[in-house]
């Protein structure tokens, strides 16, 4: 599913046109506005949050769950947000985890920089620039995700959840920098590798939380979300109604991933089974 936003293709030209950034700054997916009107470096444009989506490439999802995480993303991402779209899948040599996306939506600065900072002929196409912006990384990240889901890698037969979240944990989410931290994972956090696995015989397993988090223990496979806020969509959510069947099974899934997140430094706020129930705040 696609999103189609309000946007002129006169201001989109404009926006992209005026505000490329310079080859050696950080990577950033959007023009800066910022950067362009105030001549502010990459470094120093304040973050007010960052925003991971991970999307598992294993996982085939319904059209209508599909259109709704897409709409809980557009309704989320803010000014101020660094936006950055990961997916994984069973990590080998062709199905590796790897950034789809990453950019950082401009907060918009107070009215006397506009007044002061910059040429009074140029304040209103200024203003406009952080408008279309956001309309812009909206409309970018929700058809990257909205592609990811819908063409899914039927051809993996692993789907190492922990390594590729304990890998993704560690290496995205900043460690000394105190803006907030949200996460979105989309998968049916059914774990299937070597060290363990969630289903059997095409039926969701009854699996012992405690053990299995041991085993997670033992290998190494805690990540680090320092903190970070937890929202996953999709969890049990599989093509055949035989993973659904019984509740017990869900429930212990829900449990080993809550117990997880908290060994993992994370703040699991709601388990989408497989829908969101509310908006990502």
Known sequence: MRLSFPLAAACVALFLGATVQPH??????????????????????????????????????????RGDIVGHIARTIAPGDRVIVLTFSGLTASEFTKTEFDGRVDTVPPETDFDNRIPGRMVDEARQCFVN????VRRKVSNAVADLMAAPLGS???????????????????????????????????EFSDIASFYAGNRLRLIVPADVLATARRHSLFGDFRGAKIFVAGAAAVESAKYNEN???????????????????????????PALLHDIQ
Not at 24 to 37: F, K, L, Q, T
Not at 40 to 46: F, G, L, N
Not at 156 to 179: D, G, N
Request: glycine fraction near 4%; include cysteine.
């Open 133 to 136: 912006q956001l309309i812009y």
């Open 156 to 190: 993996a037969r692993r789907s190492e959840i922990m390594l590729a979240l304990s890998q993704i944990s560690r290496a995205t989410l900043s460690v000394k920098i105190p803006h907030d931290k949200t996460v979105l994972i989309v998968s049916d956090m059914l």
């Open 24 to 65: 050696a700054a950080p990577r950033n997916d959007v023009p800066s506005c910022r950067g362009r009107y105030f001549g502010e470096d990459a470094a120093v444009r304040p973050i007010a949050r960052e925003f991971v989506i991970v999307v598992d490439r294993t996982v085939s999802l319904d059209k209508s769950l």
């Open 247 to 273: 509740i017990r099974e869900r429930e212990a899934l829900r449990e080993f991933w809550s117990q997880w997140f908290v060994m993992s430094h994370g703040d699991l706020r709601e388990w989408g089974e």
